[in-house]
């Protein structure tokens, strides 16, 4: 049965259905829908908006529906000025006390024939289970409140940029919400209502402040390098991978380099120019970039091992297949932590790129190990992953080994 949710408030829980407004709703009777809802994690939904890789609505709106579509949004947005007009906050009321029940029922109706349109012409994604499951995650990270201390920033108001910023913060929604087709790669950004998570600068993030004991911050060691090496079928090194790096460079030179230097000479010639060689045969062997291009690279688009087909030219091949396989990695992996932590005390405050950030009850100690290691068991093979702790985001301290 198709059907459209109301009112996102949990005290206001209705949904349109069959030319009907229907409130308590058996959720087990329905099956198709145009986004995913928190109150849906447990029902088997099929979502329209999946299908279409995050357009909106107005932008993949059939012809012989767009006149229909036009007018009721036009509706819509004259209800929601005449809300402003009278001072009146819509969050604090439920939608289907504000307008009239025909509206309601038109303005679903509309969206359910677009829905159900969607859902028959568009072909379903081959990773769909995964875009819901991260739908999910992503729900459930949106729905968690950010404890914002701003007194944290008082030893930078010296500074003027750093004055603004915390205007601008004290201003800003204590809530991530990210937006999950945001790049063609699969790397998450923010939407405009959202915190700036991945933008913070690094001398403000003791802001963030768990509202358990610590912060847990999980990420891959050198996650691009060890999807290389895995796109080139290479076994991954148990060690930093840099210092494994450097092993082989410095066995070869009488000039020894240190970490930080192996580490941009190695990225700058695996994203620089075509061609241009690093001089070291054995790592060239090892990032073997003309191997991936020519793998996963078909002269139209690339395919990543999850699936993930992106166009592109020969010049963005490389950055795109590294990138995207990157991405769904982690991704993967953090939904697997995140499903651990189900039930639990902890949970996923953020997720910062390549990284974890984890609001951890000292009640889950027990499952810390667990989750190290199923961050670590990727599809791709076991990465050596890295594990900080701290009582607030800008003060995090790597465990050891």
Same mark, same amino acid.
């Given at each position: 049965m198709l059907f459209q949710i109301i009112d996102n408030k949990q005290e206001c829980a209705s949904i349109y259905s069959n030319n009907s407004i229907i409130s308590n709703p058996d959720y087990n009777l329905l099956s198709m829908t145009w986004d995913y809802n928190s109150v849906l994690e447990e029902y088997d939904i099929e979502y329209a908006s999946l299908y279409v890789g995050g357009k909106n609505i107005n932008e993949i709106c059939p012809d012989h529906l767009r006149d229909e579509w036009e007018m009721i949004k036009k509706k819509h947005f004259a209800f929601i000025k005449s809300f402003e007009t009278a001072k009146v906050k *819509?969050?604090? =009321?439920c939608f289907y006390d504000l307008v009239p029940e025909s509206f309601v029922i038109d303005f679903f109706g509309i969206k359910s024939k677009i829905t159900e349109w969607v859902l028959g012409n568009y072909t379903k994604p081959s990773n769909y289970e995964y875009l819901v499951e991260l739908s999910k995650m992503l729900n459930q990270i949106k729905s968690n409140k950010l404890?914002?201390?701003? %007194?944290?920033? /008082?030893? =930078?108001?010296?500074?003027?940029?750093?004055?603004?910023?915390?205007?601008? #913060? *004290?201003?800003? *929604? $204590?809530?991530i919400n990210y937006n999950l087709f945001g790049t063609i790669t699969g790397r998450l950004t923010t939407k405009k209502d959202s915190? $700036?998570?991945?933008t913070l600068n690094k001398d403000y993030r003791s802001i963030l402040k768990p509202k358990n004991d610590w912060f847990i911050e999980l990420d891959f060691n050198a996650a691009e390098l060890r999807c290389v090496l895995a796109l080139n079928k290479e076994e991954q090194p148990t060690m930093d991978i840099h210092e494994w790096n450097g092993n082989i460079i410095n066995n #070869? *030179?009488?000039? %020894?380099? /240190?970490?930080d230097d192996i580490k941009q000479k190695i990225f700058s010639w695996l994203y620089g120019q075509e061609g241009a060689s690093l001089g070291i045969p054995k790592i060239e062997k090892y990032y073997d970039k003309k191997k991936v291009v020519n793998n996963y690279w078909d002269g139209e688009y690339i395919q990543n091992p999850f699936g993930r087909k992106i166009k592109s030219d020969k010049f963005h091949a490389l950055n795109f297949i590294i990138q995207s396989t990157t991405s769904d990695t982690f991704l993967r992996r953090a939904i697997a932590v995140n499903k651990i932590l189900e039930k639990r005390k902890s949970f996923t405050t953020a997720l910062i790129h390549d990284s974890m950030l984890i609001d951890f009850s000292r009640e889950d100690k027990d499952v810390l190990k667990e989750l190290i290691k199923e961050f670590s068991n990727t599809d791709l093979g076991i990465f050596k992953v890295n594990c900080s702790v701290g009582n607030n985001f800008g003060n995090m301290r790597k465990l050891n080994d």
């Open positions: *819509s969050k604090d =009321y404890n914002i201390d701003l %007194k944290e920033m /008082d030893n =930078y108001l010296h500074n003027f940029k750093a004055r603004n910023i915390r205007k601008k #913060l *004290s201003r800003t *929604s $204590p809530y915190f $700036p998570i991945l #070869l *030179s009488d000039h %020894k380099l /240190d970490r």
